[in-house]
């Protein structure tokens, strides 16, 4: 059945990067796009950027600056790199899915992890 | 980009009531529309798309509407097991993709 993971350290320094890990199983990611979104603690959901069946990647303009999204299809793992991280980027972070055939919205999701920016 | 204004922001009601979410889009968005239920501690899980196609294994006494720039959500019903915040999130133009500010639903 389809899943995804998401991994990564709970605690990064402010200034510091960002690396998370989405490992996806039961579908291939040339087929099918997958996405991050992050949630602030009791806050609503933010779209950060995309990462395409064919490769490509689209990004939330108010990250474009200090984020990358890459792949490497054959772990059927996405990437998630973001620099200069403030006490603001504390978050969950979910990776998701894209339905791929009736537009772009999320039929499966991660069950996100908590990314605390402190020192 | 696209905001998208959901209201109302919490909402009480009792089992077997009929609820309402609305989300306003600042543009149309011609039915690009999904929403999504989020229990607790979990990942949102998505229940329309569309607008008004409910999603595989959705109960039916969820159901969307709408056109234009304004939308709705409708729990007929209500369960205990529904109690959970509500999202919507336009998918018409992008990037970005972007969602409403949700809708925390409890029961009285």
């Known amino acids: 059945q389809v899943q995804l993971k998401e991994s990564g350290p709970g605690l990064v320094q402010p200034s510091e990067t960002l690396s998370l890990t989405c490992t996806v199983s039961?579908?291939?990611?040339?087929?099918?796009?997958v996405n991050w979104v992050r949630q602030p603690p009791g806050k609503g959901l933010e779209w950060m950027g995309t990462?395409?069946?064919?490769?490509?990647?689209d990004y939330n303009s108010a990250l474009k600056s200090r984020l990358s999204i890459s792949r490497d299809t054959s772990k059927s793992q996405v990437f998630l790199k973001m620099n200069s991280l403030q006490t603001e980027d504390t978050a969950i972070y979910l990776c998701?899915?894209?339905?791929?055939?009736?537009?772009?919205?999320?039929?499966?999701w991660g069950q996100g992890v908590m990314v605390t920016v402190s020192s | 980009d696209i905001q998208m204004t959901q209201s109302p922001a919490s909402l009480s009601a009792s089992l077997g009531e009929t609820v309402t979410i609305e989300c306003r889009a600042s543009e149309d968005i011609y039915n690009g529309l999904a929403w999504y239920q989020q229990k607790p501690g979990k990942s949102p899980q998505l229940l329309i798309y569309?607008?008004?196609s409910l999603h595989t294994g959705v109960p039916s006494r969820f159901s969307g509407s709408g056109s234009g720039t304004q939308y709705s959500l409708k729990i007929n019903s209500l369960q205990s097991e529904d109690v959970a915040s509500y999202f919507c999130?336009?998918?018409?133009?992008?990037?970005?993709?972007?969602f409403g500010s949700g809708t925390k639903l409890e029961i009285k």
């Open positions: 998701a899915r894209e339905e791929g055939s009736s537009g772009f919205f999320f039929d499966y």
């Open positions: 999130q336009q998918y018409y133009n992008y990037p970005p993709l972007t």
């Open positions: 039961g579908f291939s990611l040339t087929s099918y796009g």
């Open positions: 990462i395409w069946n064919d490769g490509s990647t």
């Open positions: 569309n607008a008004n």
